[in-house]
């Protein structure tokens, strides 16, 4: 599932260069989560990392308008990183 981000956000910034997948970017209020490149971190991590490092409690959650297996998450990092090879574990 991708994740997004809620209403809480208070535009640190500190998520977006966390992001491997270059997935977040600052919105016209808050920050925002494209769920087109959005893996939950699947493929890099073990966690999402936009979570670990938001200092705001369930600001970034997973998005249920975005439900997706771990298999379609893992064809969307390898789409999104061709030529390379998920993290062990992260799948
Ligand atoms: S869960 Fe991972 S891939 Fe998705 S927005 Fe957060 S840091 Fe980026
Ligand atoms: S780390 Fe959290 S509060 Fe900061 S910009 Fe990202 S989502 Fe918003």
């Given at each position: 599932?991708?994740?997004k981000i809620t209403e809480e956000c208070i535009s640190c910034g500190a998520c977006e260069p966390e992001c491997k997948n270059e997935a977040i970017s600052e919105g016209e209020t808050?920050?925002?989560v494209d769920p087109d490149k959005c893996t939950g971190c699947v493929?890099?991590?073990?966690?999402?990392?936009?979570?670990?490092?938001?200092?705001?409690?369930?600001?970034?959650?997973?998005d249920p308008e975005h439900e997706e297996t771990k298999e379609?998450?893992?064809a969307k990092w390898r789409k999104l990183n061709p030529g390379e090879e998920p993290a062990p574990g992260t799948y």
């Amino acid at each position: 599932m991708a994740y997004k981000i809620t209403e809480e956000c208070i535009s640190c910034g500190a998520c977006e260069p966390e992001c491997k997948n270059e997935a977040i970017s600052e919105g016209e209020t808050i920050y925002v989560v494209d769920p087109d490149k959005c893996t939950g971190c699947v493929g890099w991590y073990d966690t999402p990392r936009c979570v670990e490092v938001c200092p705001i409690d369930d600001c970034c959650i997973p998005d249920p308008e975005h439900e997706e297996t771990k298999e379609q998450l893992l064809a969307k990092w390898r789409k999104l990183n061709p030529g390379e090879e998920p993290a062990p574990g992260t799948y």
